[in-house]
């Protein structure tokens, strides 16, 4: 099945392991177990942050007891979650190349692994943006996402 599903992918997505899921099953997502992003967070207008500022703030999201996320469900309805127990880790990509770059352009580069609930939510990189604007007490722009990695429970 592996190899099959492989032939089918772009290049440079590589399969790691692989698991039939019967379709009868009520729903994938309780399949899945985490999803690993990396993206950039820029500076806007002219702040800089600067490394240890940026090492201070996600500290500060991996040592809170909370974090909580507000937003509204399909029918308008606030409602509040607090997704500490979905964040294993957020790092700063210390890759020599891309860091580089990145400094001078006051962008730096992250990479998030968030456990998934049984119904399919974790820690998006728009989280960690919010949390780091709220720190920062200014706006930051989020580019370059992508998930490097979903990891099912049993591969």
Do not use: M
Request: charge should be positive.
């Amino acid at each position: 099945v592996q190899k099959t599903l492989q032939t089918k992918l772009p290049k440079g997505i590589d399969l790691i392991s692989s698991k039939v899921i019967p379709i009868d099953k009520s729903s994938i997502n309780k399949e899945l177990y985490s999803s690993t992003w990396s993206f950039n967070l820029n500076v806007i207008s002219g702040q800089n942050e600067g490394q240890l500022k940026l090492k201070s703030a996600i500290n500060s999201i991996l040592d809170s007891k909370e974090l909580i996320w507000t937003d509204t469900d399909k029918k308008g309805r606030y409602r509040t979650r607090n997704f500490r127990a979905e964040l294993l880790s957020l790092e700063i990509n210390l890759d020599q190349d891309i860091s580089k770059e990145l400094v001078e352009q006051k962008t730096i580069r992250l990479k998030l692994k968030s456990l998934i609930d049984p119904l399919g939510r974790s820690i998006k990189p728009l989280h960690i943006k919010a949390w780091l604007e709220k720190y920062f007490g200014h706006s930051l722009e989020i580019s370059n996402v992508q998930r490097d990695e979903i990891q099912l429970h049993q591969c």
